[in-house]
């Protein structure tokens, strides 16, 4: 008899359906294609404008048929693609809660097309914790050489020193060391927390972040996590974790993270949310509306399989915890 981890369900969101998600999406379906068992969400149409031929019949397809067919294009930014994403993300919530799936990985979404549809979602992330009612959620991003958990998310730079807080950043050192744990089975993660200006602050010459908000939150991390370390300048912390010292970099803000993850490898570039009862991941890009218009050359389709790979990881060792 064949173990329950061996058959999981994997659902797939379509994302924005006028940019990559669909093209990515069933690229890696086929690619994948008798090792794993997707569930796909989405507008069959727009599916198979970019599939193989037949490859939408063959699958386990819930089509909500809600892109019409007049005027649609790729490439374009839309309220009602922007509608139609947020469509499938309700349907893929609602197969989670019917347990006819057991993850979720997620094609791209336009923010802009979404808020034009009306809705105040900056994010995947935002999405979930809301209609999750997810009291705390960490955006972890990572490739194969480096993984970061970050502290503040999509808000403007200017904005980060007085959103920091030294209970935030113990908040998701301690949600991204037990994620860690349990479903990356590293029994004893070692985690640096990055400081927010350049060299630390230098004993606060360049700015006082380091001493008021992040130092206070190592001293309080200490007691769960002995061997945390940090504040340490952006740069030292991610070259020392990329050479293999540290397991996981709490970033402050989305660029520290990003930047270095794209660098490093965005060919495996993943975000995958922390903080929700079910696994959930995506590639580490955007809707790359210029390149669905374009429509040649196609995407990049490893970032999706890195995504759908990793969901059915973390979700096995979850079950297994």
Request: a positive charge; aromatic letters at 6%.
């Amino acid at each position: 008899m064949k173990s329950p981890l061996s058959n999981l369900k994997i659902g797939l969101t379509l994302g924005d359906p006028s940019g990559i998600g669909p093209e990515i999406a069933a690229r890696a379906v086929s690619a994948l294609r008798g090792r794993f068992d997707f569930v796909i969400i989405g507008d069959r149409r727009v599916f198979d404008r970019v599939a193989e031929s037949g490859l939408g019949k063959s699958l386990d397809f819930i089509d909500l048929n809600n892109v019409s067919r007049r005027g649609f294009k790729f490439g374009k930014v839309s309220a009602d693609y922007g509608r139609a994403s947020i469509e499938y993300l309700d349907k893929a919530l609602e197969l989670i809660k019917g347990k006819r799936i057991d993850c979720l990985v997620t094609a791209p979404i336009s923010k802009e097309a979404v808020k034009l549809a009306g809705y105040n979602y900056s994010g995947h992330t935002e999405y979930f914790a809301q209609n999750c009612r997810a009291k705390d959620t960490v955006m972890m991003l990572l490739n194969k050489r480096l993984r970061c958990a970050l502290v503040t998310r999509h808000i403007p730079l200017n904005a980060v020193s007085s959103r920091l807080t030294t209970a935030g950043i113990c908040k998701t050192t301690e949600i991204a060391f037990d994620s860690l744990r349990r479903l990356f089975k590293i029994e004893n993660p070692r985690i640096v927390i990055s400081a927010l200006n350049p060299h630390a602050s230098d004993n606060g010459l360049i700015g006082r972040e380091e001493e008021w908000i992040i130092q206070p939150a190592v001293v309080k991390l200490k007691k769960k996590i002995p061997s945390i370390q940090g504040p340490l300048p952006a740069d030292t912390a991610i070259s020392k974790a990329i050479g293999g010292k540290f397991d996981c970099v709490i970033s402050l803000f989305h660029d520290q993270a990003l930047i270095p993850l794209k660098i490093s490898g965005a060919d495996s570039g993943v975000n995958l949310t922390l903080g929700l009862e079910f696994i959930r991941t995506t590639p580490l890009h955007g809707v790359a509306f210029d390149i669905a218009a374009k429509r040649n050359p196609a995407a990049d389709i490893r970032p999706m399989i890195e995504a759908i790979k990793l969901a059915v990881k973390c979700t096995r060792n979850q079950k297994r915890a």
